[in-house]
């Protein structure tokens, strides 16, 4: 059955920023004092955890370190937006035509992301006029519920704002743990790697997006 309804889940599905919020997350730690650095590799590993507060509290953890991971993690979102807003960005390829397409089939589309609100509108500011607010129906932060992704807060309470069924929704994600959000919320989801996740870290029956896919292969998604 075809969907009536497309969430974009995470920044990463947008834009591409994973080189960027790992410099972002080392220079945080060099202005924190902390001798930490880590490299493609190690931050790979890292997004197993969703949330960079929570990834830098089990970093800690596992070093055995007490670390103010609240300030850490401030400061590594403001550098992130700074580098968002005076670098800019560029939508992944087949985002702006997905885009399209949905808005002229009048397709709900909400972006369903559980950063905080500082960095939605760092993302909008550094696309500049290739994407506003306005194109969609809906905009979630990670203030609007208690527990960020995996679990599926997120997801119900993007699904009663927009008041529709779990099974009329496709949702697409970068990284497998974000996509198990959407996937325990009983939604419909697709696997839209970005550069540090692998695609043999999402389950074999979830749909991969590339540039190519369609808008109807995406809403046919099982």
Same mark, same amino acid.
């Given at each position: 059955?075809?969907?009536?309804?497309?969430?974009?889940g995470?920044?990463?599905?947008?834009?591409?920023? *994973?080189?960027?919020?790992?410099?972002?997350? +080392?220079?945080?730690?060099?202005? &924190?004092?902390?001798?930490w650095?880590?490299?493609?590799?190690?931050?790979?590993?890292?997004?197993s955890?969703?949330?960079?507060?929570?990834?830098?509290?089990?970093y800690?953890?596992?070093?055995?370190?007490?670390v103010?991971?609240v300030?850490?993690?401030?400061?590594?979102?403001?550098?992130?937006?700074?580098? &968002?807003?005076?670098? $800019?960005?560029?939508?992944?390829?087949?985002?702006?035509?997905?885009?399209?397409?949905?808005?002229?089939?009048?397709?709900?589309?909400?972006?369903? *992301?559980?950063t905080?609100?500082? +960095?939605?509108? *760092?993302?909008?500011?550094?696309l500049?006029?290739?994407?506003?607010?306005s194109?969609?129906?809906?905009?979630?932060?990670? *203030?609007?519920?208690?527990?960020?992704?995996p679990?599926?807060?997120i997801?119900?309470?993007?699904?009663?704002?927009?008041?529709?069924?779990?099974q009329?929704?496709?949702?697409? =994600?970068?990284?497998a743990v974000?996509?198990?959000?959407?996937?325990?919320? $009983?939604?419909?989801?697709?696997?839209?790697?970005?550069?540090?996740?692998?695609?043999?870290?999402f389950?074999?029956?979830?749909?991969?997006?590339? =540039?190519?896919?369609?808008?109807?292969?995406?809403?046919?998604?099982?």
């Open positions: 059955m075809t969907k009536s309804t497309l969430f974009f995470s920044i990463g599905t947008l834009v591409e920023t *994973s080189e960027m919020q790992r410099q972002a997350f +080392n220079q945080a730690f060099h202005d &924190m004092g902390l001798d650095a880590w490299d493609v590799a190690t931050y790979k590993t890292m997004l955890k969703s949330g960079g507060q929570a990834r830098i509290e089990d800690a953890a596992g070093r055995g370190v007490p103010d991971a300030a850490v993690h401030k400061r590594k979102t403001e550098l992130f937006n700074q580098a &968002m807003v005076r670098d $800019g960005l560029q939508l992944r390829p087949g985002v702006d035509r997905i885009l399209r397409s949905a808005r002229d089939r009048d397709i709900v589309l909400g972006f369903v *992301s559980s905080s609100v500082e +960095n939605i509108v *760092s993302i909008f500011k550094a500049g006029d290739q994407l506003s607010p194109d969609f129906d809906f905009i979630a932060d990670g *203030s609007m519920v208690g527990k960020g992704k679990a599926p807060d997801y119900w309470h993007a699904l009663g704002v927009v008041d529709k069924r779990p009329d929704c496709v949702a697409i =994600e970068d990284t974000c996509l198990r959000s959407a996937l325990n919320a $009983g939604l419909h989801g697709v696997a839209f790697p970005n550069a540090f996740a692998a695609r043999e870290d389950e074999e029956s979830v749909m991969i997006m590339d =540039e190519t896919t369609t808008l109807d292969a995406l809403l046919a998604a099982d």
